[in-house]
T-cell receptor
C-alpha cells in the first residue's frame, strides 16, 4: 500500500526565518509525482510545489524549495524568509498511475509563523 | 484562485438523509476527483470521474455516488447519511495527461 507520513504535527517559525517540513512516503512504483499543498484557515487547498520522481533536480518556486531523496523516499519542503501568510496546514501528497491516479495525502503539518 | 468552485459552502443534515454536493471545474479539465477530509486529517480519495465515467474509487461504500456532466460540473451524492460523514468535501480537477490537481474551496457537511 502506498502511504505518506508527515512526522511533525505542528511547527512554528519566526517571521523571516527558514523552516523545513518533513515528509516520507512508501511506494513500489518508479514513476510518480510528489506535491506539497497548503491549506489556510479558509480551507482552500493550494498547490505550493510539485516534483516529478524521474527528475533528479529539486523543484523550487520562489521562497519554496524541496529536498527530494528518491532512494530514501523523502520529500521535505523548505520555506525561506517565512511570512505571516505562510501560516497554514501543509500536506505532502503523492500520485501515481497516470490519468487514473489519485492523490494520497499525509496527515499534515500545522505551521505557525510568529511575528 | 484555482477556477474550481463548490456549492454550498456549508450544509447541515440529519442522520439518514441524503445530500448532493456540487462542483464546477475549470474549462478543459476532463477529470474530477472528490475527497473527504475529516477534522484534523488529510483528504481521503472517494472517487474520480473522467469524461462522465467513474474511473477510480477509494474505500468508500456505494452510498457515495457521483455524476459528471459535459459542462465540467459534477456532483457527489451521499445517501443514508451517518454521523461519521461529517467532514469537509473537496473536489479537484485536472487536464488530460496532467497529474496536478486543482482544488475547490470545499463544502463543510455536518450530520446531526
Amino acid at each position: 500500500a502506498q502511504t505518506v507520513t508527515q512526522s511533525q504535527p505542528e511547527m512554528s517559525v519566526q517571521e523571516a526565518e527558514t523552516v523545513t517540513l518533513s515528509c516520507t512516503y512508501d511506494t513500489s512504483e518508479s514513476n510518480y509525482y510528489l506535491f506539497w499543498y497548503k491549506q489556510p484557515p479558509s480551507r482552500q487547498m493550494i498547490l505550493v510545489i510539485r516534483q516529478e520522481a524521474y527528475k533528479q533536480q529539486n523543484a523550487t518556486e520562489n521562497r519554496f524549495s524541496v529536498n527530494f531523496q528518491k532512494a530514501a523516499k523523502s520529500f521535505s519542503l523548505k520555506i525561506s524568509d517565512s511570512q505571516l501568510g505562510d501560516t497554514a496546514m501543509y500536506f505532502c501528497a503523492f500520485i501515481w498511475g497516470g490519468s487514473q491516479g489519485n492523490l494520497i495525502f499525509g496527515k499534515g503539518t500545522k505551521l505557525s509563523v510568529k511575528p | 484562485e484555482t477556477g474550481v468552485t463548490q456549492s454550498p459552502t456549508h450544509l447541515i443534515k440529519t442522520r439518514g438523509q441524503q445530500v448532493t454536493l456540487r462542483c464546477s471545474s475549470q474549462s478543459g479539465h476532463n477529470t474530477v476527483s472528490w475527497y473527504q477530509q475529516a477534522l484534523g486529517q488529510g483528504p481521503q480519495f472517494i472517487f474520480q470521474y473522467y469524461r462522465e465515467e467513474e474511473n477510480g474509487r477509494g474505500n468508500f461504500p456505494p452510498r457515495f455516488s457521483g455524476l459528471q456532466f459535459p459542462n465540467y460540473s459534477s456532483e457527489l451524492n451521499v445517501n443514508a447519511l451517518e454521523l461519521d460523514d461529517s467532514a469537509l468535501y473537496l473536489c479537484a480537477s485536472r487536464r488530460d495527461g496532467q497529474e496536478t490537481q486543482y482544488f475547490g474551496p470545499g463544502t463543510r457537511l455536518l450530520v446531526l
